[in-house]
């Protein structure tokens, strides 16, 4: 499969933070789920993507260009929705489409203005004034209107309401329709994810802990539970946020470790959510047991 986005030991470090060696890949006509904590790199490995922040080592390419030194060229098939609109917000959509078409060779209005009927935007009012979700559909409608490639999302869906998050999901969905298409999101929603991924990537303390098929994920996974003393010898060592109750116990353990363990000790599949918590519970028990203050 051709790779539409590809990050080679990404490393960046400013202040008490650091992206250490993050590579993963997306592939052609799929949709990548971006997730981890608040803090994890996200941002910044967007940001890096995007050439708005200058990374101290590694290599990124979109669509086999160099995002340093082809950065006007992958531009322009590129699209962007952040968590906050970054037009002006003075404008209506109309003033907002005659200053931005200048900028994009392939801009196409009829498609703009299509998508804007479609997303059932107002033409004639502030875009200032529209709701988040309005503001989401207002930035896709400029990328979809310039043939972008690739859309990058960076937290769209925070603060919707379900509905808005619905419509936005159905969008992307019809957009990776064509296989020579890429969405990378970005999301603490993990239902999202799970929804509407083919692929995920986990970002934890700056490090990828998965990058993959979100159903090698999925299936690879899930929550133990039971009694301490039902657990055998040398199990306890492979589980990943043991966190012990008065009655029971609750950890993260790998489907291939699950077998030869006793009928009184159950187990569930792990969702998206579960793994970030059992991996940070994982993180402040090794912070904790190398005497650091958590």
Do not use: C
Request: charged share 30%; net charge negative; proline share 2%.
């Amino acid at each position: 499969m051709e790779n539409i986005l590809e990050i080679k030991n990404l490393n960046k470090s400013y202040g008490d933070f650091a992206l250490k060696d993050v590579s993963f890949s997306l592939p052609k006509g799929y949709i990548m789920g971006f997730v981890g904590e608040n803090g994890s790199g996200k941002t910044t490995t967007i940001r890096s993507i995007l050439n708005m922040a200058k990374f101290d080592s590694g290599e990124i390419r979109v669509f086999g260009l160099d995002s340093v030194t082809d950065t006007i060229a992958i531009k322009e098939r590129l699209g962007v929705v952040f968590d906050s609109l970054y037009l002006a917000e003075h404008l209506n959509v109309k003033q907002i489409e005659r200053q931005i078409k200048p900028f994009y060779k392939d801009w196409q209005t009829e498609e703009f203005f299509r998508s804007i009927e479609e997303f059932d935007l107002p033409t004639d009012k502030k875009v200032g004034d529209f709701s988040k979700g309005m503001k989401m559909k207002l930035m896709i409608a400029v990328a979809l209107s310039h043939k972008a490639e690739l859309i990058i999302l960076d937290e769209p869906t925070s603060g919707l309401d379900p509905v808005a998050r619905d419509e936005l999901l159905d969008i992307l969905a019809e957009y990776i329709e064509d296989e020579n298409r890429g969405v990378l999101f970005s999301t603490h929603i993990t239902a999202d994810v799970e929804r509407i991924a083919d692929y995920v990537t986990i970002l934890h303390s700056g490090k990828v802990w998965f990058t993959g098929e979100l159903n090698t994920l999925s299936e690879g996974y899930a929550v133990l539970k039971g009694a301490e003393e039902d657990l055998p010898a040398g199990i306890k060592d492979k589980l990943i946020g043991f966190h012990a109750y008065r009655n029971g116990f609750e950890a993260l353990i790998k489907t291939d470790d699950l077998a030869g363990l006793p009928d009184s000790l159950e187990y569930e599949k792990a969702s998206i959510d579960e793994i970030l918590v059992y991996i940070a519970k994982e993180d402040k028990h090794e912070r904790h047991s190398k005497g650091h203050v958590v």
